[in-house]
């Protein structure tokens, strides 16, 4: 039998410190994955994309995940897919998750983890870029670093200030304006050109960028990436799909992964003038430390439904 976990299943199941503390784990065990995941994307004959994470592992669970995506930028949602949670035994399939609240949780969370080690001031944080994404940071944040003042920017002066009254916060009318007045902003746009450059930012500042999580989206420039210190979470693939290869930049331009960062590796921020930016393209296996929990509460509390798809 093959349990069957929708959104509503997930919103009700997943708790940010949980999936804080699971994701934060996953960071500091990841370097002992024996299988490295894999990230592929196709284009289609359609205004849309297809993309598949394989496999979400992590050490001492016998189990992984595949998640499967199509990213359609002019669809309401824009992202839907699904994620298969299989034994590690046999194969079987145990469940089948709605991927587009997998995937806004782990990404929303990991980059407010990433967000809260590197940044110097979140007294005043900047958002650009209103969607689900944005709202699962700032849910993290809420748990980790919590802020007093914030300021949005979106293409959609709507959705900007639907986002402003839901968190508290101010509209302002461009990405410049709002680095002019956070210390540390948050980016998760679908832009295919530089929002922020060097010039834009100062001396102390903390920017996360999430947009450049796939060929020709990118966020910040190429400047402000060198003048950083610059963490990815994987090297290899920021410099291939994320915002290394946006800027034209090769994998060694990454000071640190958030992992070497998380385990002691790597120092992280170097002093309170440092400009510091996070810039991950999302693993296979952070799927699957969100997948997991779920599926783990679902079974103790009897969430979602069961089929049998081989019936």
Same mark, same amino acid.
């Given at each position: 039998m093959t349990l069957l976990l929708s959104?509503?299943? $997930?919103?009700?199941?997943?708790?940010?410190?949980?999936?804080?503390?699971?994701l934060r784990d996953g960071f500091r065990r990841d370097a002992k994955t024996a299988?490295?995941?894999?990230?592929?994307?196709?284009?289609?004959?359609? @205004?849309?994309?297809?993309?598949?994470? =394989? @496999?979400? $592992? +992590? @050490? &001492? =669970?016998?189990a992984y995940t595949v998640k499967v995506n199509a990213k359609f930028p002019g669809a309401r949602p824009a992202l839907r897919g699904v994620v298969c949670l299989h034994s590690g035994a046999d194969g079987e +399939? +145990?469940?089948?998750?709605?991927?587009a609240t997998v995937t806004a949780w782990r990404t929303g969370l990991a980059a407010a983890l990433g967000t809260a080690v590197l940044a110097a001031d979140t007294d005043t944080v900047g958002v650009v870029g209103a969607g689900a994404q944005a709202d699962l940071m700032l849910r993290g944040l809420a748990v980790l670093r919590p802020w007093r003042d914030l300021v949005v920017h979106d293409s959609d002066p709507e959705r900007a200030a639907a986002f402003a009254a839901r968190h508290g916060g101010r509209v302002l009318d461009s990405a410049a304006e709002v680095a002019a007045a956070a210390g540390t902003v948050l980016?998760?746009?679908?832009s295919r050109?530089?929002? +922020?450059?060097?010039?834009?930012?100062?001396?102390?500042q903390h920017l996360t960028s999430l947009g450049a999580d796939e060929p020709g989206k990118q966020e910040l420039a190429a400047d402000?990436? &060198?003048? #950083?210190? $610059?963490?990815?979470?994987?090297?290899?693939?920021?410099?291939?799909?994320?915002? $290394?290869? #946006?800027a034209g930049l090769p994998a060694s331009a990454a000071d640190a992964t958030l992992g070497e960062v998380l385990r002691g590796d790597h120092p992280g921020r170097p002093d309170a003038t440092a400009r510091t930016v996070? #810039?991950?393209?999302?693993?296979?296996?952070?799927?699957f430390a969100l997948a997991w929990a779920a599926y783990e509460r679902a079974e103790r509390e009897g969430t979602g439904r069961r089929v049998d798809l081989l019936g």
């Open positions: 959104r509503s299943d $997930l919103e009700s199941l997943l708790d940010p410190g949980a999936c804080l503390a699971a299988v490295p995941g894999q990230r592929v994307r196709t284009d289609l004959p359609f @205004p849309g994309t297809a993309t598949a994470l =394989i @496999p979400g $592992l +992590l @050490p &001492g =669970i016998e +399939l +145990l469940a089948l998750l709605d991927s980016l998760a746009t679908w050109t530089p929002l +922020l450059r060097l010039a834009d930012t100062r001396a102390g402000l990436l &060198g003048a #950083a210190l $610059l963490v990815v979470d994987d090297r290899e693939t920021a410099a291939r799909t994320g915002a $290394l290869a #946006a996070y #810039a991950p393209v999302g693993l296979p296996w952070q799927d």
